[in-house]
């Protein structure tokens, strides 16, 4: 018997009895098996042993990893058992999870090349379709996060939206400022997500929180303020600026439409041009660019007073805290009194957000962090292309970024 232990080691089959080996109709490597003892009669959910029901489907392959150049496929029967907590159940196999067609050695290296390659790779390295590569990532992702609590010991938190599928949906994804690892991400970008989030942390670890930073959207902070009452907010300041480039752009277009109005065709053209001079930081700009800056200086006065508004407020990231903050409060006077509509209305908003964003200053914290772990899953919704839920999507962002992913079966 000899032999047949040899397919078992090269299968990585444990707590198995080799029945039988045979080459196939398709020259696969077929090896039958059965569960050892103990292993049988567990309910495929719960692995409670549990009294049987009937045989389900009768035979039954896995497809194992290739040996060689061969397909290998283990083969047993699939009897159903009646679980008392989950009911008729196909039973638990040793060599695999519930409800898959791969070897639990298939899946693991299926999910570690889908993290450390291309999708191509993966897919035809280990012969199977794309998709099925997005169902096993699902699988080997559930388990993982089965066994391991990545909500523990929270304190500081970063939570931010990210688009998938070229801008239409939203996911929210939740980074731990301290490991910067990912630890919870759910499609939609609401106050229901958060919530969501903030059940699966449960009342205690909510209290817990000592740090949320978001950028300045008010679907994090109501809740966050409702059921974190330790937990200071802080608000992004680079959000602010980025609300600050909009307004600016917002005059660009009142001057331009009236310049139009009036006739005044080279200014108009020269405005319309003039967009990425007023938007790119200064140090940046081309002499080109510095060029039409300094024609706007000259011949358009209210632009460029907005102009020096939104650069005056991009100087909060310069400075130390306490510069900063009193920064911060003479640009929301002189923005008050600007008679610039639009950043008459930036100042209202930043007012209401100020405790956040000082927060943001004082703590040396911005969303810089979770902007990373954006941009890295930015790259896998663009390698994940292809896959129909956002489910999959973040499966293998959490493998990916959560430290989740299996090594390589050995
Ligand atoms: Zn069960």
Known sequence: MRGIRVWARLLGLQRAVIEDVWIGDEGEVVVAVRPIWRERDRCGICRRRSPGFDLGDGRRRWRALDLGTTLAFVEADAPRVSCRRHGVVVCAVPWARHQARFTTAFEDQTAWLAVNTSKTAVAQLMRIAWRTVGGICQRVAAEAQREVDLLAGLRRIGIDEISHRTGQRYLTVVVCHDTGRLVWAAAGRDRKTV????????????????????????????????????????????????????????????????????????????????????????????????????????????????????????????????????????????????????????????????????????????????????????????????????????????????????????
């Open 195 to 410: 919530e969501a989030f903030l059940d699966a942390l449960g009342e205690e670890r909510c209290k817990q929180l000592e740090l949320v930073s978001a950028d300045m959207a008010a679907w994090v902070a109501g809740p966050i303020t409702e059921r974190c009452p330790q937990a200071e907010l802080c608000l992004d300041p680079f959000h602010g600026v980025m609300l600050a480039t909009d307004a600016l752009d917002e005059i660009r277009r009142e001057v331009w439409n009236e310049a139009r109005r009036a006739g005044e065709i080279a200014v108009a053209r020269d405005l319309k041009g003039a967009r990425f001079a007023l938007w790119k930081n200064p140090e940046n700009l081309t002499a080109r660019q510095q060029h039409k800056l300094a024609d706007i200086q000259r011949t358009n006065a209210r632009l460029y007073r907005a102009y020096l508004i939104k650069e005056q407020l991009r100087q909060i990231y310069r400075l130390p805290a306490d510069a900063a903050i009193r920064l911060l409060d003479g640009w929301l006077k002189w923005a008050r009194r600007c008679r610039l509509t639009p950043f008459i209305k930036l100042a209202r908003t930043i007012t209401d957000q100020r405790n956040g964003i000082i927060a943001a200053i004082q703590h040396g914290l911005s969303n810089a962090r979770v902007e990373a772990i954006n941009t890295q899953i930015r790259l896998i919704t663009r390698r994940a292309f292809g896959f129909h839920s956002p489910d999959t999507l973040i499966a293998l962002a959490m493998l990916s970024l959560a430290d989740l992913c299996p090594p390589l079966p050995r």
